[in-house]
């Protein structure tokens, strides 16, 4: 069977290469002289459009638009614009067709947010140490203690289980998850095991975890939205999410890409994943297909509610953090250990510095320390940035006449000079 995809990408590239065929050819086919006049007129400016139209990859015609060009392009522009509304409601009906079970393990405030909308698509199941039973009838969503982790994990049917835990605990969740995945594994196959997704603000600490602990047949799939309940209080719509596949039906994705260029072991030649070598077979094409569908299906969620989805190795992401997330924190966490607030006089810019201390101290410390401790790039942007401190300092000095910097609020080698 066709599928609807291929179907809709060969009528497109019909309608273009009809575009490219003489018009005269077309005109005597389709209706009788009668209509010569007319045809003619339209041949003129198809071919005029046809002559100005920009090459691949120019942003632009070369020469001046001409009457008319607007408006044949405004018809294509509406033609993929139906195309790409009926893809889209192909793809819902297949969402809403196998909706997903998600279980969310770290039902705090960032378990809860999501949950919220991950509701909208699918059944959810929220764990945690607290009891927050009652957020969970509200948001409609199951909750289960977290100290019935085995009915959570062997009892329930869960497609993806989500790890919203601190990452300070990380490493000791997933070891407490791993012997009941066995369990279920034992007891129900070892197809049976669920897509494991991480939402932690580090990404290769978490997937060097996973990687490490985790039963092979479980896929995992580390993402970070790069948003959080304070600054998508409105909605996700444009907030970028990143994600890396990290690992589907055994495939482990190489480091620096986002997908593995090949699962095949070759005559005398392996694929090295992940800078270790062994080469994995697809010995089961099936499963692998079931297990990508899976991780499309939860990518979806995001994408349906309005993400910017950013495919990304976590070696790369976490390179980018350090110099935008961590930094940003660290400077809202070193503003507000200077005890600023609101004067009658606060300017535009210093209302966005009281809002940028504000988003940062809101979160928790341990959130904070993990963005420091497992980002091993997080140290080169504390001594860089007391490096520009150093230099900006250090130039104020000098234009005023001083020698050195200032250290912990005392000035140093302070002589004046002649």
């Not at 009941?180 to 290769?204: F, T, W, Y």
Request: hydrophobic letters at 35%; proline letters at 4%.
């Amino acid at each position: 069977m066709i599928q609807p995809f291929y179907l809709m990408f060969c009528l497109l590239v019909r309608e273009q290469c009809r575009a490219l065929v003489p018009f005269s050819i077309r005109r005597n086919s389709c209706l009788g002289a009668g209509h010569v006049g007319a045809f003619r007129v339209h041949e003129y400016r198809g071919a005029r459009l046809a002559a100005r139209a920009p090459a691949p990859g120019d942003d632009g015609p070369s020469e001046t638009p001409t009457a008319g060009m607007l408006e044949e392009l405004k018809q294509q522009e509406a033609k993929l614009a139906l195309m790409l509304a009926s893809v889209r409601r192909q793809k819902l009906a297949v969402l809403r067709a196998r909706p997903l079970s998600i279980g969310i393990v770290g039902f705090g405030r960032f378990g809860q947010f999501i949950a919220k909308s991950f509701a909208k698509h699918g059944r959810v199941i929220g764990s945690s140490r607290g009891d927050y039973s009652h957020i969970a009838d509200e948001l409609g969503v199951t909750f289960i203690p977290l100290s019935d982790l085995e009915s959570l994990v062997v009892k329930e049917d869960l497609d993806v289980i989500v790890l919203a835990v601190s990452i300070v605990s990380f490493e000791d969740t997933v070891k407490a998850l791993v012997p009941h995945l066995q369990k279920r594994m034992e007891i129900k196959g070892n197809d049976s095991c669920p897509l494991i997704v991480d939402v932690a603000s580090v990404k290769e600490h978490p997937r060097n975890i996973l990687l490490e602990n985790l039963p092979e047949e479980c896929d995992i799939c580390c993402t970070h939205p790069m948003f959080g309940p304070d600054s998508a209080q409105n909605g996700w719509n444009g907030l970028t999410f990143v994600y890396e596949k990290t690992r589907i039906n055994k495939v482990v994705s190489g480091v620096g890409r986002e997908e593995p260029t090949s699962g095949i072991q070759t005559e005398g030649k392996e694929d090295h994943h992940d800078g270790k070598a062994g080469g994995i077979i697809f010995d089961d094409c099936d499963a692998y297909v079931e297990g990508a569908d899976r991780v499309e299906r939860f990518l979806s969620i995001w994408e349906e509610e309005g993400c910017r989805m950013t495919p990304m190795s976590c070696r790369d992401h976490d390179t980018y953090a350090a110099n935008s997330q961590f930094i940003t924190h660290l400077v809202g966490r070193v503003l507000g250990a200077q005890g600023l607030s609101s004067t009658p006089i606060d300017t535009k810019g210093f209302e966005s510095v009281l809002k940028l201390i504000k988003n940062t101290n809101a979160d928790s410390f341990d959130l904070f320390y993990g963005l420091y401790k497992y980002n091993r790039n997080s140290g080169y942007t504390i001594g860089s940035l007391r490096e520009a401190l150093d230099d900006v300092v250090g130039e104020l000095l000098r234009r005023d006449g001083v020698v050195g910097v200032f250290n912990s609020g005392n000035r140093r080698n302070t002589n004046h000079l002649e």
